[in-house]
T-cell receptor, first 114, second 116 residues
């Protein structure tokens, strides 16, 4: 079945450091791909998405590019801030009959130190 | 629009008791989803509705679990004869697009269930 694998955490960085969180997926077709973020005490929020190969999703300085050849959707940010501390989840939509549900990775906890 | 709401936010129950959670989606969203999230893991799909019809159920949804969306608006998730393994965060999400892969699910804050 479809699955999403994320870089294991936790990840701790200093403010203004470069961030990469790796995400790879397996699917029989070409799903849409998402990054969700969960801030402490809050619900999941969509951070960015890409719906087809080579699309780049971006929001709040974060970017991720849908790479079909490597089945990846790595999250990057050039200069992180303390306020970026959260848990990040990579997710894919199903394909075909399963297109309605999201399949999530296990999450990566990010802590940014000032 | 106030977003997806869930009630209660926290529930502590004894093993063997029944519990019911409620989810109110964003108004006019015709799709509603339930997920379960255990500590340190990502959410796992349980079931989803389009209007009042329950269109898919995960194998995670044992016979002790039942979900309804009687009028195509709010939904309830009931767990009968709770077990300690049911302890988790139960998330509700809703979306508005009628189909296709290009959609966004909006999540509620979740109901945290603890079974003692």
């Amino acid at each position: 079945g479809d699955s999403v694998t994320q870089m294991e955490g936790p990840v701790t960085l200093s403010e203004e450091a470069f961030l990469t969180i790796n995400c790879t997926y397996t699917a029989t077709g070409y799903p849409s791909l998402f990054w969700y973020v969960q801030y402490p005490g809050e619900g999941l929020q969509l951070l960015l998405k890409a719906t087809k190969a080579d699309d780049k999703g971006s929001n709040k300085g974060f970017e991720a590019t849908y790479r079909k050849e490597t089945t990846s959707f790595h999250l990057e940010k050039g200069s992180v801030q303390v306020s970026d501390s959260a848990v990040y989840f990579c997710a894919s939509s199903g394909v075909g009959q399963g297109a309605q549900k999201l399949v999530f990775g296990q999450g990566t906890r990010l802590t940014i130190n000032p | 629009d106030t977003g997806v709401s869930q009630d209660p936010r926290h529930k502590i129950t004894k093993r063997g008791q029944n519990v019911t959670f409620r989810c109110d989606p964003i108004s006019e969203h015709n799709r509603l989803y339930w997920y379960r999230q255990t500590l340190g893991q990502g959410p796992e799909f349980l079931t989803y509705f389009q209007n009042e019809a329950q269109l898919e159920k995960s194998r995670l949804l044992s016979d002790r679990f039942s979900a309804e969306r009687p009028k195509g608006s709010f939904s309830t998730l009931e767990i009968q004869r709770t077990e300690q393994g049911d302890s988790a965060m139960y998330l509700c999400a809703s979306s508005s697009l009628p189909g296709g892969a290009n959609y966004e699910q909006y999540f509620g804050p979740g109901t945290r269930l603890t079974v003692t």
